[in-house]
Every structure is written in C-alpha cells, then in structure tokens.
C-alpha cells in the first residue's frame, strides 16, 4: 500500500512540475502553484539586479509576489510572468549565488532559467545537462546533491545567460 501511494505521490508530482509545459513544447503561460509563481518572480527579480527596473512586478520582497498571486487568475500569473522574462531578455544582471531553499524552489529557478534561455533566440548554445528541458531530472539531481552545490549550479546557469546576447529579430 506505501509504494502505491508512493508511486501516486510521485505522478502527481511529475505533472504539477510539468504541467502544461511538455504538451506545448514550451512551459506554457498559466502559473497554477502560488509557491511556483513566487519562486519564479524570486528568480527573476534576482537576474535582474543591476538592470534599471522598478515597481511592484519587481519587488524583492517574496511576501509581494505572494500576496498578488493570491488575487490573481493562473493566466494574470503567467503573463506576469512572461512580462518578466521579456525584460529579462535584453538586461541580465548579478550572478552571485544565491540562497535556494528547498528542491521546489531549485527547480522553479531552473525552469525560469531554461524559459529565458528558450526566450533569448541566440546564436548562444545552452548545452549539457544544467539545460536540460526535463524538470524531473533537475528534481532528482537536487534530492541526490549537497544543498552548497545547488546555489553553485544556479549561479553557473545565470552566468551563461548574462553572457549571451539576444538577437533582435
């Protein structure tokens, strides 16, 4: 009976994580999950120190984005969340590292990550497994590593996207 529940446990897991994302080739506009939304604005918030932005869709305070995400629809969540990453686009700042949480939070930034890679349309080549598309395996790569190499890893990925240059279209 554990391991059924177990086994449940996991799918549901795997397509919260998912979610719309792997049917459309891309990780979709709705953000379902508060606690996704606000690791994401998080993310982004901290990619983009250095950059001149400003107002509410910027606050460093993850109580802001968590109190906005309740009145929210899922859509209003992922078009923030797109307005973001299309600021992003054109202006990356600090790469510091940065202290992650939890595996949840780890993988809300990769996914953020891999969206503004996706986003950036450049000659830059994201390559190995930091760039994985597969979130389930950058759950399980955070469960099997030390908590230190998860800010190490986060920050390597964000260095790689400060690099590269967007291409105007």
């Not at 595996?103 to 930091?130: H, I, K, P």
Request: glycine fraction near 6%.
């Amino acid at each position: 009976m554990n391991l059924r529940a177990l086994a449940g446990s996991v799918a549901s897991l795997t397509l919260l994580i998912a979610g719309p994302a792997f049917g459309q080739g891309t990780f979709g506009l709705s953000i379902e999950n508060c606690s996704d939304y606000v690791a994401r604005a998080m993310s982004q918030v901290q990619m983009a120190s250095g950059c001149s932005v400003s107002g509410p869709s910027w606050s460093a305070e993850p109580a802001d984005h968590a109190a906005w995400c309740k009145r929210a629809s899922a859509r209003e969540r992922g078009r923030e969340d797109e307005a973001r990453r299309n600021v992003l686009i054109t202006c990356r700042g600090d790469f510091g590292t940065v202290q992650i949480k939890s595996c949840n939070e780890y993988v809300a930034r990769s996914r953020t990550q891999l969206e503004l890679a996706q986003a950036l349309s450049s000659s830059c080549t994201f390559d190995g497994m930091r760039w994985s598309s597969n979130i389930v395996q950058h759950m399980h790569w955070c469960n099997r590593t030390p908590v230190d190499r998860h800010a190490t890893e986060d920050a390597a990925r964000r260095r790689e996207l400060a690099s590269c240059t967007a291409r105007s279209n």
